[in-house]
């Protein structure tokens, strides 16, 4: 299993940015693929994650209505779509992998046995 994070750099406040997971060793339908952010002295935070199977999604309060996630599986990748970017989104953004989710924890860390490199995104003026 294997997940490479790529789209990260650097906008202005408001502007937008498409964050791409490529992954690879397994059926993408099959696992739940989540999306994190980690800034300097902060925890590693969930952001957004799809479902395996029905594809359901959960989101972290601070991104709602403005950052979306998607996959393809026929591109083995799972998108993040962020808009109206803000400085405070700025960090190293993770993806992860997991076939078995306690859905309600989907924003553990604990819960992903699997993680991508970081791509960085930053926002400033």
């Known amino acids: 299993v294997q997940l490479q994070a790529s789209g990260g750099g650097s906008v202005r406040p408001g502007g937008s940015l498409k964050l791409a997971c490529i992954t690879s060793g397994f059926r993408l339908e099959d696992y739940n693929i989540a999306w994190f952010r980690q800034s300097p002295g902060r925890e590693r935070e969930g952001v957004f994650c799809i479902t395996s199977r029905d594809g359901g999604t959960h989101s972290a309060a601070s991104v709602k209505g403005r950052f979306t996630i998607s996959r393809d599986a026929t591109k083995n990748t799972v998108y993040l779509q962020m808009n109206n970017l803000k400085s405070e989104d700025t960090a190293v953004y993770y993806c992860?992998?997991?076939?078995?989710?306690?859905?309600?924890?989907?924003?553990?860390?604990?819960?992903?046995?699997?993680w991508g490199q970081g791509t960085k995104v930053t926002v400033s003026s």
């Open positions: 992860a992998a997991t076939a078995y989710l306690w859905t309600e924890n989907w924003n553990s860390v604990r819960e992903y046995d699997y």
